[in-house]
């Protein structure tokens, strides 16, 4: 029953038969979606009070990199205009209050839901990261240690374990920045393995917003910039969430 | 102590001052790779024998698309040419007694590694996933069954997750299919989402083996085919693995 209501539910392809249209979704300006909406979208997304956990905070796992880098950039949410974002164990926390597209119709039956990037909850074993995103220049950085529960040839992380990383920061960077909800196309180019345990820094960078869709590049290295990576580029489509009426 | 052997040994760069040379590496004619070696890869890699688990088996939590669709493909091992590769918990398991290539050395303080796509090891929860491949065609086909903590968009698996399941399906058919060790390049275009809880299948095909790289595509998409799901490309360096010498 579940399943099928899965199936029904599954299609986005009805979305690109609306984009054909010329008709324009309402909020999905790009201007307006550069405007104060970014701002509103971010005060939203970073409750002052809440009882939800936040996973992007320092543990007794973090290398030294990953913590001093944290620091530095809590030191400029204070006056620079970054803003570190809380990171909750699943979307559904991330927008609550607000409806997913009709025909996207979320399943409820399993109390256990976890974004995945935050699958695993042992401290240091999987994905360690927090991502800071600058409103003002379009821009995010997320500084990333993989544990050894990521791991691809042994010793290093997984190629798919960056992968979605990258696609995670895109997502929420393309949210904040432009309402941008669904990866429409993910390009990475390898360059270096990625040492588990060590810090590895995403620098995303929102490119342009055109079509409702919004085009992001990424680069990723060592905090001394010494080593590439990875470099990527991702395409978000724009879509907005709405209100869910009161019960 | 161990972070700075990490950082020294990470680097891949020198691989590609080896490709610039007109240096041929052993066992990397194309037509080697794609003549018995496959066959020997294929029985090293599935061993008749061992103590090891096998993650690629059905359990419980298995939907019934999932479970008869392997079954099917379990027939076809016996007359069709399929081999059902087996899923180690760690890629160490995989690659028993072979050496990576020099510079790039295995970090061994921690003792419960996993590859990532084994993170989660509480059934249905996390990735379930059994990959078949045919060493003749060159292809494989990967049954893929997102769990609940593999979640993106509510209800939904995360793009990054299916990402890691391309780069892992890609990366045991490049080295099954031609001794591709490393992603080079991963290239994916969106369709539409994946239910939680339902199957995806992944077909990859191995389309060229030109100067020491792999060249796949994969078409993921609902069983009855009538849903893609996603279409990608995979880049893989070829790289001889080499026998360890005896203790």
New interface residues.
């Given amino acids: 029953m579940?399943?099928r209501s899965?199936?029904v539910?599954?299609?986005?392809?009805h979305r690109r038969a609306l984009l054909r249209t010329p008709c324009i979704l309402p909020g999905l300006d790009p201007a307006a979606a550069f405007g104060s909406s970014t701002d509103s979208l971010v005060s939203r997304f970073c409750p002052v009070k809440t009882d939800l956990k936040d996973y992007a905070l320092p543990n007794a796992s973090w290398?030294p990199d990953m913590l001093s880098l944290y620091q530095e950039f809590l030191e400029k949410t204070k006056s620079d205009g970054w803003v570190k974002l809380p990171s909750f164990k699943?979307?559904?926390d991330h927008?609550q209050g607000l409806k997913?597209p009709s025909g996207?119709?979320?399943?409820?039956d399993?109390s256990?839901?976890?974004?995945?990037?935050r699958?695993?909850q042992v401290e240091g074993?999987?994905y360690e990261y927090v991502i800071f995103f600058h409103p003002f220049k379009k821009k995010s950085v997320c500084l990333f240690q993989p544990g050894?529960?990521?791991?691809?040839?042994?010793?290093?992380?997984?190629?798919?374990?960056l992968?979605?990383?990258?696609?995670?920061t895109f997502?929420k960077t393309a949210y904040l920045a432009g309402e941008g909800?669904?990866?429409?196309?993910?390009?990475?180019?390898?360059?270096?393995?990625?040492?588990?345990?060590?810090l590895a820094v995403l620098n995303v960078q929102v490119e342009k917003i055109e079509d409702q869709k919004l085009y992001m590049s990424c680069i990723t290295q060592?905090r001394d910039q010494e080593?590439v990576y990875a470099k990527s580029s991702g395409v978000f489509l724009q879509w907005q969430l709405e209100e869910e009426s009161s019960p």
């Fill in positions: 579940m399943r899965f199936q539910a599954a299609r986005l392809g290398c699943s979307n559904r927008i997913l996207l119709v979320a399943a409820s399993k256990d839901w976890r974004i995945f990037t699958c695993i074993q999987g050894p529960y990521l791991e691809g040839p042994p010793g290093f992380a997984h190629g798919g374990s992968a979605a990383m990258m696609d995670e997502s909800l669904f990866t429409l196309n993910l390009n990475i180019r390898f360059k270096n393995l990625i040492p588990v345990g060590s060592s080593t």
